[in-house]
């Protein structure tokens, strides 16, 4: 019996750990099409005309601190989630008077799932923000490269990302985006 029982646990414990990790690369590859559609935005690049799916089921792991970002808020989040039931559950008068008494009612579990949700979504964008003015800044500060293309020209700019199939490139104020194989050499961003 206990064989079955402890058998019976990891399975349990195995479908979970497969539901949060799948979960947590989901909200990672939301949390990098975030990041790096404001990080290509501030040089003028919607970065969705450009890149496809591929580019961006990559993008948790291409930049450590978008993965790093990613599993902080995971954890932080949900920390925040159980210390607000252990709040309510331990110390209800106190948490009757910071909700109003709002936790009686039938809503409040719908208002309190929204209020969590809102906030996060607001301090993904707020980080967004952040990464895309220290990327800016460290893009800006990088040397430049040099690409020789098939014909021996020689394209320099400094290198601000890149997808599948280009590179774009800050000359000065101007981004060239610098298709990696194709026939087409360069072309402006606006």
Known sequence: MKEEDSKNSFEIIAQQTQSVITIAYVFG??????????????????????????????VP?????????????????????????????????SYTVMSLGWHKKDWYEKFRFAAFSGLFVYYLF???????????EKIRKTAPINIRLVDNEII????IGKTANILFLLKGDEVKAVPISSLVKEFDIK
Do not use: C, Q
């Open 29 to 58: 590859v939301a949390v990098g099409m975030i990041f790096n559609f404001h990080k290509f935005s501030e040089f003028g690049i919607n970065i969705f005309d450009y890149a496809d799916v591929f580019d961006f089921l990559i």
């Open 61 to 93: 792991f291409a930049d450590p601190k978008i993965l790093l970002f990613t599993l902080v808020s995971l954890l932080v989040s949900y920390l925040l989630f159980k210390a607000d039931l252990f709040w309510r559950e331990k110390h209800e008068k």
């Open 126 to 136: 707020i980080a967004a923000n952040v990464y895309t003015v220290d990327s800016s």
């Open 156 to 159: 320099s700019g400094v290198l």
